[in-house]
């Protein structure tokens, strides 16, 4: 059952240019999103979230765009840099729930030089 | 910057045996996890810990395994008699606010191998 879907398991993106990483969820319970980002044989590292009030949360060189109507997330990396390669998970939680956070299965960002 | 720290990186186990992974979070923090991910699949809730109890735990959590915080700093998941699919990658992370606000810092993990 796979309430957090990342369709695309790898992306591949020229540096300095934008990286559109995607998430669909089925959980309408979900009120809270986040991004994680993973380096091998490290964990995984806080990005940026959103709760489900807003529709946009931005940090830096990353926003996150929430589309509830459509369980859709996208997580925008403006521009992309050759560290931004890693696997990105997307995950979300519900406030009523207890079943920790659910994590989609993680797209493998390339910034190509 | 402050981490968590998990120890060993990587542990071998014989099937039936009980293993113990380790794990010292953040000081200051009060909320304390555990989550696993096995090999291609997505990565997954096993229990949190508040107050020096279970606070959550997923269906992956049954009798075999159990959490304990034995002093002011560690954090460990026992699993009383490894089955081969225990088989994983397993982090412990640790937050100030609980998952309600969702921001979990993770440790590097604790690659787990049951033969």
């Known amino acids: 059952d796979q309430q957090v879907k990342q369709n695309s398991p790898s992306l591949s993106v020229q540096e300095g240019r934008i990286s559109i990483l995607n998430c669909d969820y089925t959980?309408?319970?979900?009120?809270?999103f986040l991004w994680y980002k993973k380096y091998p044989a490290e964990g995984p590292t806080f990005l940026i979230s959103?709760?489900?009030?807003?529709d946009k949360n931005e940090d830096g060189r990353f926003t996150v765009f929430l589309n509830k109507s459509a369980k859709h997330l996208s997580l925008h990396i403006v521009p992309s840099q050759p560290g931004d390669s890693a696997v990105y998970f997307c995950?979300?939680?519900?406030?009523?729930?207890?079943?920790?956070?659910?994590f989609g299965k993680g797209t493998h960002l390339i910034i190509q030089p | 910057e402050p981490e968590v720290t998990q120890t060993p990186s990587h542990q071998v186990t014989q099937m039936g045996q009980e293993v113990i992974l380790r794990c010292v979070p953040i000081?200051?923090?009060?909320?304390f996890y555990w989550y696993r991910q096995i090999l291609g699949q997505k990565v997954e809730f096993l229990v949190s810990?508040?107050?020096?109890?279970?606070?959550?735990k997923s269906e992956i959590f049954d009798d075999q395994f159990s959490v304990e915080r034995p002093d002011g700093s560690n954090f460990t998941l026992k699993i009383r008699s490894t089955k081969l699919e225990d088989s994983a990658m397993y982090f412990c992370?640790?937050?100030?606010?609980?998952?309600?606000?969702?921001?979990?810092?993770f440790g590097s993990g604790t690659q787990l191998s049951v033969l």
């Open positions: 992370a640790s937050s100030e606010n609980g998952h309600n606000l969702g921001k979990l810092f």
């Open positions: 810990f508040y107050n020096n109890e279970i606070s959550e």
């Open positions: 995950a979300a939680r519900s406030g009523g729930g207890a079943d920790g956070l659910t």
């Open positions: 000081s200051n923090h009060l909320y």
């Open positions: 959980n309408s319970m979900f009120d809270y």
């Open positions: 959103i709760s489900s009030i807003k």
